[in-house]
């Protein structure tokens, strides 16, 4: 599960490692052509990964997990993927709830 932290433009995630300890990432934007990306900084560590929505089901991950996973199902997406996804999901309704409060 991802644990999502939104304070004005900081975004945090809590993303569970495979020992199950939730780790902070902070999310950040960057503008591109495809439907949506997020860049996610972890923060004992350093490590930053880039997700990438392609296309309505298809997601990439920079890390090394998803791309040694690539091609074996939704299942197996890395767990920056689903945090991505899930960031996606919340915005999307956040902007779908601001569409109808107009
Ligand atoms: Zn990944």
Redesign the pocket.
Known sequence: MTTILVDCCDVRVLIPDAKGTEQEYVASFPPCEDEFAVVLDRQDTGAR?A?VKLGPASWR???G??TYRHGRGRRSD????VAARDLFQLFRAMSEQRKREV
């Open positions: 990964h997700v991950c920079s890390c997990d998803s890395c767990k920056h993927l």
